[in-house]
């Protein structure tokens, strides 16, 4: 089990976090041969998929509205995952064996409106159980940084999520919503703000948020749905 120290997230236990679970989940993928062909566990292992959404256009690269594929872009750099292109998936992919899950990652290029295309297409290669679906989303309804995990429940407006529940046909899928903020001038409308880059002060603290969202993303691959992870990502959340 991930070191109690390294459950409650803040500026002073980021670094505890991002140790223990580099060496932890380092030294079991590594052991476990860490690519697509890996051999799966002796005990029984989890097909999971984790889906960060966003914009391939280099353009939009570092707005609010890519935060899943940046997420995604922070885990695979620190846990040696490297994606590549799949034309069949329309996506970035990479896949790796943890000691009790097989999880594949996918960050849509299909642009956000449609990211249930790429989803629909992994489902194809692998059936996966709704509830070993993961995917992160920036949600502008939560203050910077703030994290909420659900198990289930509505698209919340979110047109990425409306693609993927459009092609599952469920809301029985758990999403990681990671929180950019409301627009601080009225005036400013919803689609121009997700799609401006974060401010300086947000990018200062973008790298805590990062670290606090892939020890989430390793509790969810070793816990799933444990009422400790959803206590941990639901709590309010201080830069």
């Known amino acids: 089990m991930i070191a109690r120290d390294a459950l409650f997230v803040s500026s002073t236990l980021v670094r505890t976090t991002k140790t223990k679970c580099v060496q932890k989940y380092f030294y079991c993928c590594s052991h476990n041969g860490g690519s697509n062909n890996s051999a799966v566990s002796s005990q029984k292992c989890r097909e999971c998929l984790i889906v960060g959404l966003g914009n391939p256009a280099s353009h939009l690269k570092n707005t609010r509205h890519n935060l899943g594929f940046e997420i995604l872009d922070f885990y695979a750099s620190q846990y040696s995952l490297t994606f590549t292109k799949d034309k069949y998936l329309n996506a970035e992919y990479a896949c790796r064996q943890y000691p009790n899950a097989k999880v594949h990652f996918l960050k849509p290029m299909t642009f956000m409106n449609n990211s249930g295309q790429s989803v629909a297409a992994m489902m ?48 029985q899928y758990v999403r990681l919503r990671v929180g950019i903020d409301a627009p601080k001038e009225k005036s400013l409308s919803a689609q121009v703000y997700v799609l401006s880059p974060f401010s300086p002060v947000e990018k200062k603290q973008l790298v805590q948020v990062f670290w606090n969202c892939a020890h989430l993303l390793n509790m969810w691959i070793e816990e799933s749905h444990s009422q400790k992870l959803l206590a941990i990502a639901n709590a309010p959340y201080k830069l």
């Open 124 to 171: 194809r290669r692998v059936a996966f159980s709704l509830e070993n679906i993961l995917v992160i989303v920036d949600d502008m309804s939560l203050p910077f940084g703030q994290t909420r995990l659900r198990l289930k429940g509505s698209h919340g407006g979110h047109n990425g999520l409306k693609s993927v529940e459009k092609v599952l046909g469920s809301q």
